[in-house]
């Protein structure tokens, strides 16, 4: 079975990526995956839908790999994640801070197949991470 969780993705996707297993992930909590020099701040939220949300783990303020380290709350039916440093709020739908819109973390697609979490991303994107 696979299931696709799509966030943000500027074209179609060329590339699969192994990023973990499932059981690594952490319900209404997130865990951070690094592919190739690309950092990503991975969150699950079973009984939502989406239910896992792929975003970039750099804090846009501090550039300190930190984002999957924040807490996850909702606010008028839109889920964030506060950033443990400065706290701002960033959607996880689509990775733009609730307080200054200017800042916005880059969001993933990933699917879901035998087991295992994959990022779906285009050759470009990917080639520009390494």
Avoid at 88 to 95: I, N, V
Wanted: hydrophobic residues 40%.
């Amino acid at each position: 079975m696979t299931t696709s969780f799509t966030t943000t993705l500027a074209s179609t996707p060329a590339i699969t990526v192994p990023l973990c297993a499932i059981s690594d992930l952490v319900p209404y909590s997130g865990v951070a995956a690094n592919y190739n020099g690309l950092s990503i701040a991975l969150f699950y939220l079973p009984d939502q839908h989406p239910a896992i949300y792929a975003l970039g783990h750099l804090d846009p303020v501090t550039q300190a790999p930190v984002i999957a380290h924040g807490l996850i709350g909702e606010s008028q039916g839109e889920f964030y994640v506060a950033s443990p440093l400065y706290k701002q709020q960033y959607r996880l739908r689509d990775g733009v801070c609730l307080q200054q819109p200017e800042l916005q973390l880059p969001t993933y697609s990933v699917a879901v197949s035998e087991g295992k979490l994959w990022l779906l991303q285009s050759a470009d994107t990917l080639q520009a991470c390494a």
